[in-house]
T-cell receptor, first 115, second 113 residues
Framework: EAGVVQSPRYKIIEKKQPVAFWCNPI?????LYWYLQNLGQGPELLIR????????DSQLPKDRFSAERLKGVDSTLKIQPAELGDSAVYLC?????????????FGEGSRLTVL | GNSVTQMEGPVTLSEEAFLTINCTYT??????LFWYVQYPGEGLQLLLK?????DKGSNKGFEATYRKETTSFHLEKGSVQVSDSAVYFC????????????FGQGTILTVHP
């Protein structure tokens, strides 16, 4: 069974440019998460989707970040315009249903460098 | 608020040595506790968990006991292997937060032959 797939794995852009990250969750997982991981820190939740609905986006900086999950399967996270402080790893995770078990399945992440 | 503090790393051990990675937490409400591991080139994966006080989570020779009185969830392994080299994250989830995990900063473990 395929795991959570993210692309690109690495992206280098100049500040003020836009960037987008794509995630395909594990088949059948209706809950999808985007986490942000800054260097030397643990991941922090940005947004959680139940199917196509964003049910928790309280940590998403909405002035420059946006996300979508149009058909309730794959998802895109966009930053426009990017700032130097956005350099980080963007992690996508999925789970089967609304989980209180804490078992999330993570992709390998997309590492962003903003110059 | 919720927070998780892990011992500072990195940790370097010889094969077959005993491992302890300390983890303490603060939480509003009664959390479930987790250890996630990230092997080189892979995504984070759940290593073990405990959902109530005095529970012991175990997997792959690793163990951690949920200690409510000391708000701790230390990770231990009696004999580490080179293949255990990875980054280890302690995390918590309070009830009804649905996948919103609060992670520690991670501890890099390197095991030498």
């Amino acid at each position: 069974e395929a795991g959570v797939v993210q692309s690109p794995r690495y992206k280098i852009i100049e500040k003020k440019q836009p960037v987008a990250f794509w995630c395909n969750p594990i088949s059948g997982h209706n809950t999808l998460y985007w986490y942000l991981q800054n260097l030397g820190q643990g991941p922090e939740l940005l947004i959680r989707y139940e199917n196509e609905e964003a049910v928790d986006d309280s940590q998403l900086p909405k002035d420059r970040f946006s996300a979508e999950r149009l058909k309730g399967v794959d998802s895109t996270l966009k930053i426009q315009p990017a700032e130097l402080g956005d350099s980080a790893v963007y992690l996508c995770a999925s789970s089967l249903g609304d989980t209180n078990t804490g078992e999330l399945f993570f992709g390998e992440g997309s590492r962003l460098t903003v110059l | 608020g919720n927070s998780v503090t892990q011992m500072e790393g990195p940790v370097t051990l010889s094969e077959e040595a005993f491992l302890t990675i300390n983890c303490t937490y603060t939480a509003t409400g009664y959390p479930s506790l987790f250890w996630y591991v990230q092997y080189p080139g892979e995504g984070l994966q759940l290593l073990l968990k405990a959902t109530k006080a005095d529970d012991k989570g175990s997997n792959k020779g690793f163990e951690a006991t949920y200690r409510k009185e000391t708000t701790s969830f230390h990770l231990e392994k009696g004999s580490v292997q080179v293949s255990d080299s990875a980054v280890y994250f302690c995390a918590l989830q309070v009830f009804a937060s649905y996948g919103k995990l609060t992670f520690g900063q991670g501890t890099i473990l390197t095991v030498h032959p």
